[in-house]
C-alpha cells in the first residue's frame, strides 16, 4: 500500500471516544487528536497544539473546547480556532491561529478519515442499513501491504466454533471482503486496514450482520486475528524496517500569536448564511440564527461580534450570544430601536426565515478574560447579547461570575432559555428609574475584590454612570471592560488638519467634514473598521505625535489623557499636525 491522502480509513472505534475523553489516531504518519464534543460532534484534529507543539491527545476535553495542558491554549469544537490565550488574556486570538482538520465521518461504529479526501464518504453497500457488529481493533506493528498479503488467509467461523470455509470476495487497496460459510450458516466480514504509519497498522473488521449472541463471536475473532497478528509480525521482523514516513510541523510564531489578523479597510461581507430562524424572544426583540450554506462558520470568542449586511444597504453590528461550542450558527438578538435609521427595522420587518444575508466574519474589540478570580457582567437592555456568551463560557468552566441584567419589565428582558441555565448567577434589575439604577450600581460596585473584573453593555448613559460610579469606587480602568452601542456625542467635524503615517511614509490632508478613516481609505491605506462612530473601537490607531480631539466614547478617561491613542472614524486633531504608527 503507497500513501493515498484522498482515500477514507478507519482511525478509530466509537468506543475509544468516551465522554470528555481525546483520542491518539494516526493515518500514514500523521497523528490525529480524535475528540467528541458534548453536542456530539466528532473531531478529527493535527495532534498538535499550535504554540509548542505538545499532543492535544494528552489535552483536556471540556465538551465545548479543547484544551492543551501545557500553557492551556483552547480550540473551539468543529472550527479547531483558538479561543483563547492565557499568557494574553485581555486579546482575542487571531483568526488565523486555527489547527489543521480532517474530515469525520462516524458509521458503523468506527470514526472514518482521510487526509485529503478526494470524494465524499461512501458507505459500502453490504453496510447500508444493516445491523453490524464492529471487532475489536488489532495493532499490527508490521507495514500495510504486508499485513493485506496476510489478511488474505484469515480464517474464521460464523459461530466462533472453528471449522468453516472462507472466501476472499473483493480486495481493494486497504480493504478486503471475506465470506465463512460453515453448514447453511453464512457469515460476511469487512476488513479495513488502517495503515497508522510505514511500519505500522491496525485491522479493524465489521461484520454486516450482528449475531444473537455476539460475545462468543467477539471472543473468536479477537482470538483468530491476535494469532494473525503474531504471524504477521513475525514475518515482518526478519525484513528490513521501510523507511518512514515524513510529516512536519510548523508552531505559531509567539511574537503574533495574541495579534489579531489585521481586516482589510471597511466592513466587510465575506460569508453568506442563511436565516435557519427567526423569533421572538421579547417585546421589540427579535432572534436570529444564522447557517452557513457552504462551510464551517468561522472562530469567534465571547464578546465578539458580526457585521450585518442588509437588504436595504445598510450594516449593522451585532453581538453573537453563542455559547462555547456553539460553532454550527451564530445566534444574535436585535432590538427594533424607536427612532431607527433603518437597520433594525429591516430585521424585524423585512429579513424573513430562509433568506440569505452576507455577513463579516466575527471581531472581538470586547474580549472577555478567563482569570479573573471574579468577574461581574452588568448588561442595560439590549447590552444582554454580548454578556450571555461571557456569562455562558464562565459558566461552561465553573468559573465565578455575576449577571446583572437591567430592564424596564420581565417581557423586555428576553432571552428566558439561556438566563434559566444560569440560574443563581443572574439576577435582575427590573423598571428601575435613573436615580435608583445608580444607587443600585453603586451597591454592586461597592468594593472590589481581589483580581476582579467588570464589564459593561448598555445604553450610553448607563454605561457613563457605571464607568464614573467604578472610577469612585477605586476600580482600575485594567479592570473595567466595556462596549457602546453607539457614539451618542456631538461630533464637531468643523476642524482641517494634516496627518503624517510614519510606517508608510505618507501625508495627507484631513479637510473640515471628513474623517480621517475616510482618507485613509481614500488614498488605499487599509484600515479595519466596523461601526464608524466612534464606538467599538475597530479602527484605532497609535499617536505618535499630535494632540487628538477625542469625540469617540470607546477609550478610557486615561487613554485620552494620555493621547497616545486616537479613534480614526470619529476623532480628529487639536494640533495641525497628527502622526500615525500606520
Known amino acids: 500500500m503507497s500513501v493515498d491522502p484522498g482515500r477514507w480509513y478507519p482511525i478509530a472505534s466509537s468506543s475509544d471516544l468516551p465522554l470528555r475523553h481525546v483520542f491518539h489516531g494516526q493515518l500514514w504518519g500523521r497523528e490525529m487528536a480524535v475528540w467528541r464534543a458534548d453536542d456530539g460532534h466528532v473531531n478529527v484534529w493535527e495532534n498538535r497544539c499550535l504554540h509548542r507543539g505538545v499532543r492535544l491527545s494528552i489535552g483536556l476535553n471540556e465538551g465545548r473546547e479543547l484544551r492543551c495542558l501545557y500553557h492551556g491554549w483552547r480550540y473551539a469544537n468543529r472550527t479547531a480556532g483558538c479561543t483563547y490565550i492565557p499568557a494574553h488574556p485581555a486579546d482575542a486570538p487571531a ?76 480486495e481493494t487497496d486497504g480493504f478486503l471482503e471475506l465470506r465463512s460459510t460453515l453448514g447453511d450458516m453464512t457469515t460476511t466480514l469487512l476488513l479495513f486496514i488502517q495503515p497508522v504509519d510505514a ?24 482470538r483468530a486475528m491476535s494469532a494473525l497478528r503474531d504471524r504477521i509480525e513475525a514475518e515482518a521482523a526478519t525484513l528490513d524496517a521501510p523507511d518512514p514516513i515524513s510529516v512536519s510541523f510548523t508552531p505559531v510564531d509567539e511574537e503574533l500569536a495574541q495579534i489579531p489578523a489585521r481586516a482589510r479597510s471597511g466592513p466587510k461581507a465575506e460569508l453568506r448564511v442563511t436565516v435557519a430562524r427567526k423569533w421572538a424572544l421579547a417585546t421589540d426583540i427579535a432572534g436570529f440564527r444564522f447557517e452557513a450554506i457552504t462551510g464551517q462558520l468561522p472562530t469567534f470568542q465571547p464578546g465578539a461580534h458580526i457585521d450585518v449586511h442588509l437588504p436595504n444597504g445598510m450594516s449593522r453590528q451585532y453581538s453573537l450570544t453563542n455559547a462555547p461550542g456553539e460553532t454550527d450558527h451564530y445566534a444574535i438578538g436585535v432590538k427594533r430601536e424607536p427612532e431607527s435609521r433603518g437597520g433594525s427595522a429591516c430585521l424585524h420587518e423585512t429579513v424573513q426565515q430562509g433568506d440569505v444575508l452576507a455577513i463579516s466574519a466575527p471581531r472581538n474589540n470586547f474580549p472577555l478574560r478567563r482569570d479573573a478570580l471574579n468577574t461581574i457582567l452588568v448588561a442595560g437592555g439590549i447590552g444582554i447579547t454580548p454578556m450571555l456568551a461571557m456569562a455562558q463560557t464562565l459558566e461552561a468552566q465553573s468559573l465565578p461570575f455575576e449577571l446583572h441584567c437591567f430592564a424596564q419589565s420581565v417581557a423586555h428582558l428576553g432571552f428566558e432559555e439561556i438566563l434559566g441555565r444560569l440560574k443563581d448567577a443572574v439576577t435582575t434589575h427590573l423598571g428601575l428609574d435613573p436615580k435608583a439604577t445608580g444607587k443600585t450600581l453603586a451597591e454592586i460596585l461597592k468594593t472590589r475584590g481581589e483580581e476582579e473584573h467588570l464589564y459593561i453593555c448598555g445604553p450610553g448613559p448607563m454605561l457613563q ?118
Not at 154 to 163: D, L, M, W
Not at 200 to 221: A, C, F, K, Q
Not at 517 to 544: D, K, R, Y
Open 465 to 582: 454612570a457605571t464607568r464614573a460610579i467604578a472610577d469612585r469606587k477605586g476600580w482600575p480602568d485594567e479592570a473595567v471592560h466595556f462596549e457602546y452601542f453607539k457614539n451618542t456625542n456631538e461630533i464637531d467635524d468643523s476642524s482641517a488638519f494634516e496627518v503624517a503615517l510614519a510606517r508608510s511614509a505618507l501625508t495627507l490632508q484631513v479637510p473640515a467634514g471628513r474623517t480621517i478613516l475616510e482618507v485613509l481609505h481614500e488614498n488605499g491605506v487599509e484600515m479595519p473598521s466596523s461601526c464608524e462612530q466612534g464606538a467599538c473601537g475597530t479602527c484605532l490607531a497609535t499617536v505618535i505625535e499630535g494632540d487628538p480631539d477625542h469625540q469617540d466614547v470607546y477609550l478610557s478617561a486615561g487613554e485620552r489623557a494620555a493621547g497616545k491613542s486616537i479613534i480614526t472614524c470619529v476623532s480628529r486633531c487639536k494640533s495641525k499636525r497628527l502622526v500615525l504608527d500606520i
Open 199 to 222: 511500519g505500522r497498522s491496525i485491522l479493524r473488521g465489521v461484520l454486516t450482520t450482528r449475531p444473537d449472541t455476539p460475545m462468543p463471536v467477539l471472543h473468536h475473532h479477537n
Open 95 to 170: 483568526r488565523t491561529i486555527c489547527n489543521n482538520t480532517y474530515p469525520a465521518i462516524e458509521a458503523h461504529g468506527l470514526i472514518w478519515s482521510a487526509l485529503d479526501p478526494a470524494e465524499d464518504f461512501q458507505e459500502h453497500t453490504l453496510l447500508v442499513g444493516a445491523d453490524v457488529l464492529a471487532l475489536r481493533p488489532i495493532p499490527v506493528n508490521a507495514p500495510p501491504s504486508l499485513v493485506a498479503a496476510h489478511a488474505r488467509s484469515y480464517q474464521f467461523s460464523p459461530t466462533g466454533a472453528g471449522g468453516a470455509d472462507v472466501s476472499l470476495i473483493v
